[in-house]
């Protein structure tokens, strides 16, 4: 049976841009389409060419944008008890070592990250089972084990943004909210594909980046140009 549309469905279709653009065109026409009552995040979406089988090639990290992406994150620290107090007053919910570790085992999971300091590793590593389905297990590839804890803490309480290739070479990441100003999702965009950009791995041959795609949570995408220079053989 097919999709009945509505009419703000039809209205967005309405405005859709087959072609790609500009950074700052593609944000400009995003923003025309009509969305729901709540303020949409706008998210990008890069195909690079990635063969994720390849360790090197299978990219995560995280980046801080220069606007934000609107929204904060509970950020929880696994460190030694006298770095507990600055990494709460970093803005960490909970903060410690052996202590966090047992409540969370008792199925406390009121948080959306958790750093660690590399001394914890030993004693975080027994919730493996427990933070690794849920995408939530400290990691150095992500800046989540790091000495610098309350620095930590204090970039992804304001929402910093992580990034993964999936199996398909594709990466997700929120660049910020529909009401931003469009300058300021223009910004968060081009820094976060330059970004993408330096990351690109020695073994990758030929075109880096295959497409660019921003859409708001219920709105059709737009199209971003890329112009892509293959890489020396």
């Known amino acids: 049976m097919p999709v009945r549309m509505t009419k703000r469905d039809k209205h967005n279709e ?7 653009l500009e950074a700052p065109q593609a944000v400009a026409s995003l923003k025309k389409f009509k ?3 709540f303020d949409q995040t706008v998210n990008v ?8 089988k390849q360790s090197d090639q299978n990219l995560r990290g995280a980046i801080s944008l220069p606007q934000g992406i609107g929204k904060s ?3 929880v620290a696994f460190c030694q008890s006298d770095v507990a107090p600055k990494a709460l007053e970093a ?3 909970k903060a410690g070592g052996e202590e966090l570790v047992a409540e969370i085992e008792k199925g406390w999971m009121d948080f959306d990250v958790a750093v660690a300091s590399p001394d914890m590793m030993r004693v975080v590593s027994k919730l493996g089972k427990v933070l690794g389905p849920k995408g939530l297990m400290p990691s150095p590839k992500a800046g989540t084990v790091t000495p610098d804890i309350a620095g930590a803490v204090k970039e992804y309480a304001a929402g910093k943004v992580e990034y993964r290739t999936d199996t398909a070479g594709n990466i997700h990441a929120i660049i910020g909210k529909m009401s931003f100003p469009e300058a300021s999702l223009t910004e968060n965009l081009t820094h976060f ?3 993408i950009e330096k990351i690109r791995p020695a073994t990758v ?10 859409s708001g949570a219920m709105t059709p995408g737009i199209k971003v140009k890329y112009v892509a220079a293959a890489a020396p053989e």
Request: glycine share 8%.
């Open 35 to 37: 969305g729901p009552k």
């Open 91 to 93: 803005g960490a919910v």
């Open 205 to 214: 041959k030929g075109h880096y980046i295959k497409s660019i795609t921003i």
């Open 73 to 75: 994150k509970r950020v």
């Open 193 to 195: 594909i330059h970004t």
């Open 45 to 52: 979406v890069m195909h690079l060419n990635l063969d994720t």
């Open 14 to 20: 309405s405005l859709r841009v087959k072609e790609a």
